[in-house]
């Protein structure tokens, strides 16, 4: 007589769904406020300087609370983490529509960017939680996929919306989705998988056994001994690379495409173009990080897919500084922002690695260094820009190069390593408020200056007409009685 086994349950699948649609629903916020700027501007009688304000002071809120939101999802656990930072910021977002003059408008802008920190943080913590090691990757590209489709698809549905309903309402309907996902989380989501009465024993054992196995002599250690070793500075040095690149997708590529391409009257939609390819690119990754593991290649399935994915990134920049034609320009920077879409994968899944149940802050971490590079972007890339042509091939170069860096940092990265346990207590305590201060630091800066510059470009009063050339022959004809 056979025998059957119980049928395992598949909850886990239904956490990496309800994270997808999270990831979708960060982007979607953080593009309607793009598509309203005429709007708010005409109806709150906004500078164009205060605009500038507004739109970069949600960067500062979002990078400065990335190492505390994700400390709090450590803390907390993250079903209460993510229902409070989203309720938080969907909140913020629908009470946007509500703002009467610009303080307002800049105060719920901040606030919104504090609440967002945690997004993707929380989600990491989530995933540790509830995945063995080997499925991590494609769960952490599955949910970036996420936010680059939400992207893409708010360039074109939302200002649909505003022409239908008006920007106001538009903000009040994103802070409700948000509050929607927020009680789906709340109500399904448990901090530990047994607690879920949906997932079986079956189940529940592949978690747990592939989550004790891995890189277990790294995940015991504290958040500050991770947070100073030498993963860590790799991690955030490859991950400041990739949003240089990537992050040009959301400033400057319109506009360098309209510029660059004015007799096509299409070519600014094919910003959306790179945003698609990078959704692939993170499915794609995904898939490559859970093969490579499951054939006995723990750190190759993060380092391999990273290194090639830096590497195609590398190369589709310098062949789009090579074209003259629109087609293939973007077909090229799609292949680029591909290869760096292909990182976000491996470097999620590394945090995971070497944080263990401290995920929340070290990917934090990592993701606040990564914001810094996407601020600096989007200050060097006009910088940058030829005051002729307007290219912006030397730019491109140095992104390149910043990949053929990251591509470096990878071949160090080892989440077997451990971290260096030589060190007192005090001395792991003074690195790591040195390095988390300084990086803090760096980031106010950054974002600082990139308002400044914003501000500043704005403000610079117009060229003056030249004065009309006089002939004077003319005037002394006409002078004559």
């Not at 549905?157 to 309903?165: G, S």
Request: charged share 15%; with cysteine; hydrophobic share 50%.
């Amino acid at each position: 007589m056979t025998v059957r086994m119980p049928r395992m349950s598949r909850q886990r699948f239904i956490l990496i769904g309800i994270l997808f649609f999270h990831s979708v629903n960060t982007y979607m916020d953080r593009a309607c406020i793009a598509s309203a700027v005429d709007y708010i501007k005409r109806d709150l009688s906004i500078s164009a300087e205060m605009m500038g304000l507004v739109l970069g002071i949600f960067a500062v809120g979002y990078a400065l609370f990335q190492v505390p939101s994700g400390w709090i999802a450590d803390r907390l656990g993250p079903r209460k983490a993510l229902t409070i930072v989203v309720s938080v910021w969907s909140v913020f977002t629908a009470l946007t529509g509500a703002a009467r003059n610009a303080l307002q408008m800049l105060v719920l802008r901040f606030l919104f960017g504090v609440g967002e920190a945690g997004a993707f943080p929380g989600a990491a913590q989530a995933f540790f939680r509830w995945l063995p090691a080997k499925d991590r990757g494609l769960a952490h590209g599955i949910n970036f996929s996420g936010s680059r489709l939400g992207a893409a698809f708010s360039l074109f549905f939302m200002p649909w919306l505003i022409l239908q309903i008006g920007w106001r309402w538009t903000f009040a309907v994103n802070g409700l989705i948000g509050i929607l996902w927020a009680t789906i989380w709340l109500l399904w989501f448990r901090d530990n998988p047994k607690d879920n009465p949906k997932v079986n024993q079956e189940e529940l054992d592949y978690i747990e056994q592939g989550r004790s196995s891995g890189f277990a002599t790294t995940v015991k250690s504290s958040f500050a001994e991770v947070f100073t070793s030498i993963n860590m500075s790799l991690a955030m040095v490859q991950y400041f690379a990739s949003n240089v690149t990537f992050f040009i997708c959301l400033t400057w590529l319109p506009s360098y495409l309209k510029n660059q391409w004015p007799d096509d009257p299409r070519a600014v939609y094919w910003s959306a173009a790179p945003l698609i390819f990078a959704a692939f690119a993170n499915w794609v990754a995904g898939t490559m990080v859970t093969q490579l593991f499951q054939r006995g290649m723990p750190v190759g399935s993060r380092r391999i897919t990273a290194i090639v994915g830096f590497t195609l990134g590398a190369a589709g920049l310098l062949l789009a500084t090579q074209t003259e034609s629109l087609y293939l320009f973007v077909l090229w920077f799609s292949l680029a922002t591909f290869g760096v879409d292909m990182t976000l994968s491996p470097s999620w899944a590394f945090c995971n690695d070497i944080g263990g149940a401290n995920s929340g802050a070290v990917s934090g971490s990592m993701n606040m260094v990564g914001n810094v590079g996407a601020a600096l972007s989007a200050i060097v890339f006009p910088l940058l820009q030829d005051a002729q042509t307007g290219s912006a091939n030397a730019f491109f170069v140095l992104a390149a190069g910043l990949n053929l860096v990251a591509v470096v940092a990878w071949c160090f990265m080892n989440p077997s390593r451990v971290s260096d346990r030589k060190l007192s207590p005090a001395a792991i305590r003074t690195r790591f408020i040195a390095m988390l201060t300084a990086l803090f630091l760096l980031t106010a800066g950054a974002i600082g200056y990139q308002i400044h510059q914003s501000v500043r470009k704005r403000s610079e009063p117009a060229p003056l007409a030249p004065a009309p050339i006089v002939d004077v022959n003319e005037t002394e004809a006409t002078d004559e009685p």
